[in-house]
């Protein structure tokens, strides 16, 4: 068990090394130089923005040695202190993403538990008969293959707009002030909804897809067919073959986290959900370098962590893995 | 000609190390020209990865392999393909042998292509009919086929004419009957059999003790990568001296006898770990089993002329002149 | 190194006559996983093809989008970005097929011109993931021991690292950005999951009997997956380029739409980005933002069900009769 | 009063049409006995053992009839068929060491197994307990997953969980041939032993290996391409078969103490016919060495001597004028 942990550990700790170095290295590898392009935009006389160029550079300490740079860049990582925001002047960059993480962890997390539930029990069901097979299925594939933001557009559009059921911009209406207030919930939650249902419909067809193809592949394995032979109802079948099935899906969720980050950050562009995509995209109208190096590294660190916890739920749910590593084999 | 001079693979289980499984330890014996020797083990006796050694598609961890003297570990690639022209192989499964989307006689065009380049189409043609009738197959039955239009049988006997056009000097024959049915298996051991007078030396690994007996003079039996007993086969099949080819001999299910009382079920440590003694000591009903057995892995004594047996039972008696009991 | 238990299986599951073969399959045959193909006559797998309705339907579509990519341009005669193709915001009519933007900009042009680029983009990008997958699944797949070890732990980082965000970097410092740049970005960051396909595969065909016997007659190690492995592959191949040429499509659709897309060609992801920022949602300017979103779903919808008509040509096991 | 099978006919659907896998088999096999059920691979035994409990994805019924002790089995609707599997028929699959569910524990799966069949697990674990020492397996083997035993031992555990109901008829699938010598005799004297315990009434044993049909089995049918060839008690079809292929087939199997260089054993040429269009008449017709024109006929399957039947016009011939 250690030793599976273990390598799994090293992987992800390579791995945001790896993403710390790169985060580190392109700005200086970029043609042009950050701070006189964020100069140059302040159309200052030359020699005084000579002088600001000099200042930045001794602030960011860009004058010292790589070496030396590249140290402080970890230890300033460990004092949580990514440098202050150019879009929010002033403020630190930890403060102004600290500010818009609870909302997409707020979007993201129901979206991807409940799809991914949702989804799994949809693909087992669908895979009962052939007529469910061929209808549900192409809708499966639709979903799928759909952009986020682009259903996120449709779905404000008709649902928002055209049947006027849902606000489609924002996290809550602008006269109200966040409070525990039972009005000031629902509004926020109906805000919240169509941001959701965009991202949670995407995901659903992707876990409906991968579950239908794993049960049919479990109702064909052998221990399927043992059951039968022996008579059991096909209750108890199906339910053997659902959690055989469900188990690459546990794997799939954690290799899919890349891409489902990506979707989560458009689509709160489209809906102007103040979480760290509409940051995303600020901080690019601005070329605010600080807070787009701050927002990488919480998105590697986050979807690192959640690879880790999907790791440790797997060896709890597939009894396999346990038994593989401690060498059980009598 | 062929030599194996106490050859042993280890294998590394997990990415960093962890437990190390010995698949084969320690193995020592040759094949002299024209001489079918049969390599008989269960699996998990190693057999088949001796077979790859000498075949060189496996590494040794220790020992060497010598033929004709000259370690085959040392060869360079193009001393590799001369090698490959004197040794050849045949493998178990006939329909994994063939590659299913090529025609099946492409195993020639390949050894045409490497081999014998310079050599004429319509003299290619001409030797490769011959050596297809050699091995009783009618040309035109099976060129220009896919393999999974031709039988297990067929595509056997493809192998053995590609190895005759090499014209080799040992084949090692790593259970290539063992998938056939019943009735064209003997046709293709007859063909094996009458190789051998045409000077050919035969490794023939098998796990069926009455093929071995068929059609070898000299018999090994491998137990858990150790040989457990070696000699000419009559000695070894008709006075088996270690207990477990004594059990083989007893479990074997004959034609014309019944099996006589009861064959407990082995389950011994998982395959290959390392044992530190006797391989079969845990299974070994011969009541001297001693404190020596467990300790010390017992070497190759000659019990009698060309009568090898590694068992702890023989190395006392044979310091004294008496015949054991 | 797996070893090989020489269990003497009496039915080989590789494919014997079809009379034996069928008639005694029995149980063997659930036990059947994805097989490559086996050597069928070519005849064979074309009718397959063309009588499966999945294939039909998703080979058309793309056929058809393909088509409009070419003949679009001629049937319009305003550029992508050309000002005062019509009144703005209007609705789609006779002149302007597609309505216009707020701009004056003919949408159907932009359309025409977005296709052309998202096709380029996913063609190149999708084309270089496969290939490196190709390259890293090959050698790992057929070498195993330390050199998979180190592919795979190389392939899982560039798996769990958000590609998104590396690219929010690079794109950020990047003042100039073409098509090529995406497509190389694309191509450089999504090939982990065509090098786990291929690796599994190459490792399963590697262990088959007919790899030994090719090294046993001399052929030297990369001429042996050239040329006894990767053709055995040609489906599975085709079918990831395919997997891979849909995702390109839409990580490129949602890099142009954060804004990190090329600056100077028009591009699906650009029209709704633009669309968004003038909130032409807000405003029901639907025949701005529709197009281009359904375009892309049609296009990566109709690969995907392509893909899996193909999976049922090549592997009969999933065919339902 | 034991099986019954009259006619019994189940083909393969295959994209290029049906294939002939069981083409009309009548036999009948009384209480206690064990018959073994040997052919080379495609004659149809695998079809014919499955067919009795379980009709497989391709594999579709024609006709016949099967009867179990006087209750006919309708085995060509696989929902009724339900009713009279685990308690009536059972089987020891061909794929037996990978048949148990891997991620769930063996006693907690044959708990839920039981209950589904509406036995309660209490009941009947004292029996298991006994079964499973018989096949030398401890019981802490229902506390543990598949993936912690043996290919052997995951085996056995399937022998005990199939017969756990003593049901009337058993079929096992060539289970020995994945084993070594030493535990291939073990398990089937087990199989013997599960008879005299009367856990099983009849047992049919499939295997490509006759060897070990000699030791066990009280009667041999012998198979080939889709038909059955003979049927006899053990020891009359090992010393003296009547039809020509059994003859080839038992003289074609090398024995220990038969060497190459005394006596030169015959195989049998050519290959068995595809069965998707199979030939007319005998089907052994093209390899037999003693086939005349009358072989253009197909020959019934009819008891030439006591308890022992077989299809051959020759045979018939000789049986009328002994």
Known sequence: MRRYFGRKLLTYGLTFFLAVTIDWLIPRFMPGNPVSSMVARAQVRPEIAERLVDYYNQLYGFNESIITQYFNFWKSLFQGDLGTSIFVFGQPVTN???????????LLLPAILLSWVAGNKFGAFAARSKYLDNTLLPVGY?????????????????????????????AYSFSLRPALSWKFITDALLHWFLPFFSLFLVMFGGWAIGMRNMIIYELEADYSHYLEALGAPRKLIRKYAFRNAVLPQLTGLALQLGVIVAGALVTEIVFGYPGLGLLVLNSIQNQDYFLLQGIFLFIIAGVLIANFLIDVAYVLVDPRTRIGMTGGTA | MLKLDGISKTYRIGTFGGKELRAVNNISFDIAPGEVVSLIGESGSGKSTIGKMILRLISVTSGSILFEEVDIATLSRRQLRDYYRRVQGVFQDPFSSYNPIFKADRVFSIIKRVYFRHVPDDEWDAKLRSSLEAVGLNPPEVLDKYPHQLSGGQLQRLLIARALLLDIEVLVADEIISMLDASTRIDVLNLLAELKTRGLAILFITHDLSLGHYISEKAVILYRGAIAEMGTTDRVFNNPHHPYTQMLMRSVPHLDSRWEGKEAVAEGPEEGLLVPGCPYFARCPVSQRSQACKSAIPELLETEPGHFVACR????????????? | MSRSKTSREPISDAALPVGIADAERGAAEAA???????????????YFALHNPKLLVGGSVVLLFLILTFVGPLLTHYGPFEYGAGPTNGPPSARNWFGTTTFGQDVFAQFVGGLGSTFAVAIVGGGLATLIGMIVGFTAGY???????????????VLVIPTLAVLLIIAAYLEVRGILWEALFIGFTSWPWAARAIRAQTFSLRNRDFVDLARLSGVRSHKIIFTEIAPNMSSYLFMTFILMFG????????????????????????????????SAMHLGYWWWFVPPGAAITLIVGGLYIMNVGLDEVFNPKLREF | MGLRVENLRVYYQTLRGDVKALDGATFDLEDGEIMGLAGESGCGKTTLGNSLIRLGTRMKYIEGGVELDGVELPIWDHDKMDRFRYREVSMIPQYAMSALNPIRKIGKMTAELLASRGVAYRDVLPSLRDRLDLVELSTDVLKMYPIELSGGMKQRVVMVLSTLLDPSLLIADEITSALDVSTQRAVSEMLVEFREREYVKSLIFITHDV???????DSIMVMYAGKLVEKAPTDTIIQEPRHPYTKMLISSLPQIGVKYTEKKLEGIPGQPPLLLEPPTGCRFRDRCPVAFDKCQEEPPFVEIASNHSSACWRTMEDHAQA
């Open chain 1, 96 to 106: 102004v993403i600290m500010d818009a993480l609870p909302y997409t962890l707020g």
């Open chain 4, 211 to 217: 060897s070990i049909l000699y030791q066990i089995a």
């Open chain 3, 247 to 278: 995702g390109a499509i839409l990580i490129a659709a949602t890099l142009d739409f954060i804004g990190l897309g090329p600056t100077n060609t028009a591009s699906l992801g650009l029209m709704m980005n633009t669309a968004v920022l003038w």
């Open chain 3, 143 to 157: 070498r195993g021991g330390l050199v998979d070890e180190i592919l795979n732990m190389l392939t899982n980082i």
């Open chain 1, 142 to 170: 639709v979903l799928t293959a759909t952009p986020y933001m682009w259903l996120g557009i449709i779905l404000g559009w008709s649902l928002g707009l055209k049947f006027g059921w849902f606000p489609i911009s924002g």
């Open chain 2, 313 to 325: 039972r023989y190395a006392d008696i044979l310091s004294e002149p008496t015949p054991p009991a």
């Open chain 3, 32 to 46: 059947i996983l994805v097989k490559p193909t086996v050597g069928k006559k070519k005849s064979e797998i074309l």
